[in-house]
């Protein structure tokens, strides 16, 4: 899709600058061919029409040569039928040639990054820290239905052009600074759904600090886009908060508490690994609560069966897990549940 928005865009900006003059050009051999097709051959043909004449000229000049009509006088053929042939070649050679160019333009942009994406409701991934992590990624995101067929777009400043195992993946990429506005114009941010910035593997002590400036103008220019950032730094989540970012993930700070639960219960990272992934088994959502939900016990009786568990409920950025059943769900309240598949 992408490519043949490229191509029309280019193929339009190329015809303003020099195919008027070819248009002239063509319509007035056209003119010629016909006018002195008609000139020469009518007298042995009082059948032809205009519309005879048009077609000889388009079929000589295309080289196709149905061979239907063709001139028989010698004037026919020496001052209309030869100049036509000729120039007519030359002219289709030229369009055939500056085509091709722009095909071939418009995919050496697309490989390095420097075309404009026309895709919308896609994801926006900010950096390339290698192919086996995009690859999970992407995948976890076409594992869930929600996401499967969300276009991907990867913004990245160091990689110089697309490999074919991201092709593979149908990741369209846009290379330059995510924290510059024209670099995330090219990537259509105003029609993207969500952004995950990823932290920036190449520049992990700056990497906080860089994309808190991505953060930041994704926020000011597109408040609504759902944004996610990986912190590295504990410290700076209250900075990613501030900038207004919908969600942030910081594994350094769970690394300890984590490695202390598995110290004490034993299995508990292969729960939480299950848990989190859309690969297998059962994964945490949180969805909104239905019409008629006034309270936990609601929520429970309308989604608990052999497949799915509700286990409390999202209020703000605080979860609050296995309240009271009698619990009130309040404006803005979301359902947390465990389940095989997105409810």
Known sequence: MGLFANFFLKFGRVFSRRWGSLLIFFLALMAYSSTGYMYFELEGNPDLTWLDAVWWSLVTMTTVGYGDYFPVSTGGRLLVGIPTMIVGVGVLGYILSTLASIIMESKHKEIRGMAITNVH?????????GLD????????????????ETPIVMVDEHLEEITKELIDLEIIFVR???AREVTL?????STARHCIIQ???????NSDHRNLAVALTVERLFPDIQTIVHCLNPGN???????GVDGVVCI????GQMMVHELQDPGVHEVFTELTT???????YIVDPQSGDVTYADAKDRHDSESTQVIGIQRGNRPIILPLLGESLERGDRIILIAAVRP
Request: overall charge negative; proline content about 7%; charged content about 30%.
């Open 199 to 205: 932290a920036n593997d190449q520049d992990p002590e």
């Open 278 to 284: 859309n690969e297998a088994g059962k994964q945490f």
């Open 237 to 243: 989540i209250p900075f990613y908060e501030k900038a």
């Open 176 to 178: 330059g600074n995510p």
């Open 133 to 148: 992590q995009v690859q999970k990624i992407v995948h976890e995101i076409r594992e869930d239905p929600s996401t499967k």
């Open 252 to 255: 350094n700070s769970l690394v």
């Open 121 to 129: 409701d896609h994801i926006i991934l900010i950096h390339y820290n």
């Open 185 to 189: 114009e090219r990537a259509n941010l």
